[in-house]
């Protein structure tokens, strides 16, 4: 049985570089560009960085696979299969970098089997790295991570993502929501731009519970292993426990220290 360390090794050493070109292209002007709405954005150092972890991973690691937010908007096939598959995020929170708002990220998760193996998520900004290996528990540079115990989610600190659509139904719905969970009563929801750091953050301990609906495989993947291994759990919205699924809707519950949100 692989312990999969040699590839968590390399990632972690590429997830710093790529957070180093990040952090050097947030000084400098952005070209900037929209997706699926004009709200979803994507910049050069996007693609620059995102080619920078795939080619360097597929010259060490040539018989695994790739799934890539940028070549999956590109039109690459997203496709998850038993092979060792690498999960890339090259610039979580793009609006934030594009803005010079400090919450942006690197994050790269690794499957085999469709089982998540490990997570890399490198906050650019600060230099603050989260790992988590199945089985081998969950750290911020170093230091081992917990989920918060708390149980009372009218004592819990709520965190959300807005995401990219604005038509009116969707609005409905994440105005309802945010109404529901103000309303709980919760101490509070934040919204930080940043739904990998936001999940971090939840590792960590400093929030108790995380939603949205509409998260991304490469939006999640790196998470939900820091996640699981920092004692927390990420569900769907029956309440189960979710799978990585290759296709683009991967919702969202993160429920720590048993804090009930959605069902
Ligand atoms: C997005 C951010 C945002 C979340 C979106 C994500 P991107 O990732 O994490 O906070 O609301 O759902 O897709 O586009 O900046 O990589």
New binding site residues.
Partial sequence: MEDWSECLDVAVQIARRAGQVVACAAQQEKRVSS?STPT???TET?HQVEELIISTLRHRFPSHRFIG?ESSAAGVKCELTDSPTWII?????????VHSFP??AV?IGFAVRKELEFGVIYHCSDGTLYTARRGHGAFCNGARLHVSRERDVSKALIL?????KRDPATLDIFLGNMRKMLSAPTHGVR????????LCHIASGAAEAYY?Y???C??IAAAAVIIREAGGCVIDTSGQHSRLNQSHYYYFVTNAGGVKLLY
């Fill in positions: 997706k979803d954005l994507v996007d937010e995020d090259p610039i979580d929170g793009t609006c934030n970098f919450m942006v994050s959300t993502e807005i995401g990219a919204i930080i731009g940043s739904s990998t750091l936001a949205q509409g998260l991304h490469w939006d």
